[in-house]
Nanobody, 126 residues
Framework: QLVESGGGSVRPGGSLSLSCAASGDVLSRYHIAWFRQAPGKEREGVAIISIGGGITYYEDSVKGRFTISRDDGKNTAYLQMNSLKPEDTGVYYC?????????????????????WGQGTLATVLS
């Protein structure tokens, strides 16, 4: 099981740091993806980090603003979100899978990923 935390409300231009902790599991087993779902919209992939952290992938709208990372010693992955915009508002979920083909692979297989968190809400006030 994955547990997200760190959501909250910020003004445009602000920052939030989200965490994704493995509970009763070992994070190092998984490639990790962050997804988000805005009100009334479909879920979309945001960022991916491979096992070991050597490969990262970002959705175009967050490149240069968001950074995905992991600390397997702490059994936790992170999503640092800077220069936030109102359109970044949504529930953010982390998910993990033991298989990753590269690129945005995990985004396309979202419903089949091994583990998911319950989500944390990030609101960028407009």
């Amino acid at each position: 099981q994955l547990v997200e935390s760190g959501g909250g409300s910020v003004r445009p231009g602000g920052s939030l740091s989200l965490s994704c902790a493995a509970s009763g599991d070992v994070l190092s087993r998984y490639h990790i993806a962050w997804f988000r779902q805005a009100p009334g919209k479909e879920r979309e992939g945001v960022a991916i980090i491979s096992i070991g952290g050597g490969i990262t992938y970002y959705e175009d709208s967050v490149k240069g603003r968001f950074t995905i990372s992991r600390d397997d010693g702490k059994n936790t992955a992170y999503l640092q979100m800077n220069s936030l915009k109102p359109e970044d508002t949504g529930v953010y979920y982390c998910a993990g899978d033991t298989f990753y083909r590269g690129g945005n692979d995990l985004f396309g297989r979202a419903e089949y990923l091994d583990v998911w968190g319950q989500g944390t809400l990030a609101t960028v006030l407009s």
